[in-house]
């Protein structure tokens, strides 16, 4: 049996709610000023305000839908199939991790197991697009340390798990499995203290994250919303943080989007589909794990244009 929520809640800084939906009602116009390249590229657009327009019409097709005991062929028939995100509740029920990893028990599991981890990232503003030059490897003693100082210079990102996999290891006994979207191979691991931030962005497979431990606030805009969003290289946003009036002042078009805002905390999956822009920032010390291994095929990056 499946339960739907489509409530929603009053304010998005309070960490008690589950989803927020802003704007409740349509979407703002394009100006019209808005540059295009082409007559093509104007219907196209027009296309997608209409099909938001019409979403709007309904509270359940217009709002960020909360389930519980969402079975697989639900899934797949009204969220992976449409590309629709969801917030599901507890399927991660019973999972050891969620109690278990704290500060402490990590660095006593882990020790000075060297590990790749993103460092130096408060320097610059492109931290994501040059990934590589924010690398860096030291034991995770010295890792968890730096990470409890909160900030966002210490982070273990999906992007250091090919790195990691021997070293992260002996947590894998702390995990379960989600055998109702996914196979069994586990997901890539998000560590880092409070104040750690991924820049907005939309990801070229689909995506499942698993809040283990704290709380992670996200933004989630659907893909029609793109234009507004200063969309200039690769996945990623010039806008950067669609909740900071810096960068809103820099990029005015982005103000009066359609977006969803959610506190992601302990036991919460998120299904974030292909080419949905998103925003994470981290409410506190948090641990993550995000999975593209679903059940169903999970193809487009491969014919991404400018890859």
Known sequence: MNDFDSSMASSASTQTFTVTAQPAAQP??????APVDSLALQRREWLLDVM???????????????????????FLDNFYAPSRPVLIKGAMAGWPALEKWTPDYLAETLGDTLVEYQGGREVSDDFETAKDRHKRTGPFS??????????????????NSDANVAALSPLE????????????????????????????HFDLTNNLLAQVTGSKHIVLIPPSQTRRLAHRNH???????????????????????????????????????????????S?????????????WPNVGHENFPGN
């Open 28 to 33: 703002a116009p394009a100006p019209a000023a």
């Open 52 to 74: 938001e327009r019409q979403r709007s019409l309904s509270p359940h097709a217009a709002t960020l839908l909360t389930a519980q005991n969402l079975g697989s062929q639900h």
């Open 142 to 159: 010295e890792f968890i340390e730096l990470a409890q100082n909160g900030g966002n210079d210490a982070y273990i990102t999906a992007y």
């Open 173 to 200: 006994a702390d995990l379960g499995f989600l055998e109702q979207y996914l196979t069994r191979d586990h997901g890539m691991m998000w560590i880092g203290g409070a104040g750690t931030f991924t820049p907005l």
């Open 235 to 281: 996945v990623f946003s010039d806008v950067h943080d669609v909740t900071d009036p810096y960068w809103l002042a820099q990029y005015p078009l982005a103000r009066d989007i359609l977006r969803y805002e959610l506190v992601l905390v302990p036991g919460d999956l998120l299904f974030v589909p292909i080419g949905w822009w998103h925003q994470v920032r």
């Open 283 to 295: 409410q506190s010390f948090s641990t993550m794990l995000t999975y593209t291994n679903f059940l």
